[in-house]
Structure formats: C-alpha cells, structure tokens
C-alpha cells in the first residue's frame, strides 16, 4: 500500500552526509541540472525516443519486452512525434533553456562568494549526465550539487539522473568531488508559493476582474507507473500535497490536475486521472476560461509543456471537440519557470542550503548503490 507522507516526513536532511561537504570546506562547486533531456533536430527524437524505452526504471518490463516496446513505437508513432515537435517549431531548446538556467544558479552561487560553475546532463540524450560529469571533473570541482528539473523525487525521474551521476563516479575514482542530490523540493513552501504566484499574476494579467467561478485552474502533471507507487515510490503523495496546497490558495477557484502518462504500452499501469480525462473535466466546467499551469511538475520547457500542455491541451480546450463541454473563450498556457529570477533565487538558496545539509538531500557515494 502506498504510505501518506507528510511534510516533516520528507524535508529532512540525510545524515550520511560526510563532514567535508560544508559549505566553508572550499573548493570549486558544480551545480549540475539534468532530467530525461530533449532534441534540437528531427533525426534525433528516434533516439530519445528509443533511448527512454529502453530504461529498466522507466518502464518495468523484461530487456527483451522493452527493447520491442521501443522499435514498435518508434514504428508505429514515430511520424506523430515528429509532428508534435513540427507544431512548436521544430525544437524545445530545452538543452540551451537548461544550461541557462544552471548557468543562472552558478551565478547567484558566485554572488554569495563561491567559486561556482553551471553544467547539464541529461539521461537519454546529450549532453549525457557522464558528458556534463566530465567536464566538471576538467574544471577541478570538488563540491557538487546535482538537481533535476522537477520538484518531486521519483524512480523514473530524479532517480535516473542520481544513478547516472554515480556511475560516473564509480568509473572515474581518481576524481576528489562530494556529490549531493537535492532529492526534492516539493514539500517547500518557497517553491509552492513561486507557483502560486505565477496562478495569482495570470489572473491578474489574462483575467482581471473576471469571477472565479469563470476560471479553471489545470494542474498538469508528470505522469508515473503505479507499480513503482504501490512499492513505495513518494512522487504521487508529494504531488498530491502540492496541489492540495495550490487548492488551499485559491479556493474560490474550481481547480483540476491531470497526468501527462505514456500509458500506451501493454502491461503497465498509470496515474489517474490521465490528461484526456482530465480535459473533459475541465470541459465539462462552466468557466469560459482556464489557466493551465504545469510548474507543480516540471520546471523547464520541454516537449510536454510545449506540446501537450500549451498547443493540444490548449487547443482541444478552445475547440471542445470530443471532450463533451462547450468550447473554452480563453485558455492560457504559462511557460516553465526556466531562469526566471525567483526560480533562480530559490535553487541558489537550496543549493546553499544543502552545502549545509538543511535541505531534502542525499549523498551520492561511490558505495553503497543507490536505491530508488
């Protein structure tokens, strides 16, 4: 059975942490930001795409399964992916949204008086996690902070990145760095109240002086496998406390969440409600007009934030077309936080925060394995 977590259960420092990692122990410090990754070009989704199925944390099948799963939805919705990315311009540009923003956080991080330095990895396409890894080992850091570009902690998430980051470690003993992973940062009320604020300046901005009962709040969200949530994996309870708390800050507002699942494969169940249904819930609503929001998940543009939330999502809203509500007037899609100065602020602040081991955060040793 899945555990309800509360606050105080998850923002809690792990004490594995070794003395050297102090944030007065000198020495360059590396923040690294990284997630599954993205494409810039056409002839690189198939590999994304192929990459990402292949991933034994991603989808819990068999190699052979996978692998086959792979080729046959390359085979099968290949040309659709590439239409989706044709339908924002070709690229997210998420590998030069993310060393921006990690470039960002560096640059506050020297602003307190570290010798800090910004880097990217990603799990399924380059720059890979070992590829930003390495150039950091060149540059002589010898404290390093490893994010990913999501709020919650998840096998098929944070996770990948975490376990990539230590299998660079292992292969490369001769480099002298402390690495820590900031596990999550959902339960923090910093980043709940940046995403509130976001909600609050659209209604402001897009629909001032309109009631609330003529506003939707949708909350999309990374979907997960519940297989991995029924083993005890947090990011369903730590989602939920997010929204339960973006709820409590608006509401007069009618607000929904929905789960942008890749549910298409056999064997494999998904987070509910999935993103179609959720649309019909909102399409059902009376309100003319909705806020689709995705930085309760996700805090950089990607494929999904660009596609699924900002052009279907809100395309099929404004049309209504088989979602069985009347068509929506306004529908609003915001961006990902990305670099936005509060947003940088805020993972500057958890990166010192965690070289003084106050944050949710954990050691990536050499020995033992990480554990999802």
Not at 195 to 224: M, Q, Y
Not at 257 to 277: I, S
Request: charged share 25%; net charge negative; aromatic share 10%.
């Amino acid at each position: 059975m899945r555990r309800t977590l509360t606050a105080c259960g998850i923002l809690l420092a792990f004490s594995t942490l070794t003395p050297a990692f102090a944030a007065d122990s000198g020495g360059k410090v590396g923040v690294l930001f990284g997630s599954y990754g993205d494409v810039d070009k056409p002839d690189e989704i198939e590999g994304l795409v192929k990459n990402t199925l292949h991933d034994p944390d991603m989808l819990p099948l068999p190699s052979l399964m996978r692998q086959f799963i792979a080729y046959w939805r390359w085979y099968t919705d290949g040309e659709g992916i590439k239409g989706e990315y044709a339908a924002i311009g070709g690229a997210s540009n998420m590998r030069a949204t993310s060393q921006a923003q990690a470039d960002a956080v560096a640059q506050k991080l020297r602003e307190s008086g570290l010798d800090a330095k910004g880097y990217t990895g990603f799990a399924f396409t380059f720059p890979s996690v070992a590829e930003g890894l390495e150039k950091a080992q060149r540059d002589g850091v010898k404290r390093l902070v490893v994010y990913y570009q999501g709020p919650q902690h998840s096998r098929v998430t944070s996770f990948i990145v975490f376990r990539d980051v230590q299998a660079y470690l292992v292969k490369h003993p001769e480099w002298d760095v402390q690495a820590v992973a900031i596990k999550s940062f959902a339960l923090d009320d910093r980043y709940i109240n940046m995403v509130a604020d976001s909600i609050t300046n659209r209604l402001a901005t897009d629909f001032a002086g309109e009631p609330p009962a003529d506003v939707c709040i949708f909350l999309p969200a990374h979907g997960n496998i519940l297989k991995w949530i029924n083993q005890g994996d947090p990011y369903l309870d730590q989602l939920m406390y997010d929204i339960n708390a973006i709820e409590k800050r608006f509401p007069q507002y009618h607000v929904y969440h929905g789960f942008q699942n890749h549910d298409m494969y056999a064997m494999t169940e998904w987070t509910e409600p999935g993103l179609q249904k959720a649309l019909e819930q909102v399409s059902k609503d009376p309100c003319p007009g909705v806020i689709i929001n995705g930085r309760l998940s996700f805090t950089v543009d990607n494929l999904e934030t660009l596609y699924d939330q900002a052009t279907e999502s809100r395309d099929e809203l404004l049309s209504g077309e088989g979602l069985g509500g009347a068509p929506k007037k306004k529908v609003v899609a915001e961006k990902m936080f990305n670099s936005d100065p509060a947003f940088v602020n805020l993972m500057a602040d958890i990166a010192l925060e965690a070289l003084r081991q106050k944050v949710d955060i954990e050691t990536i040793p050499r020995l033992p394995v990480l554990q999802p």
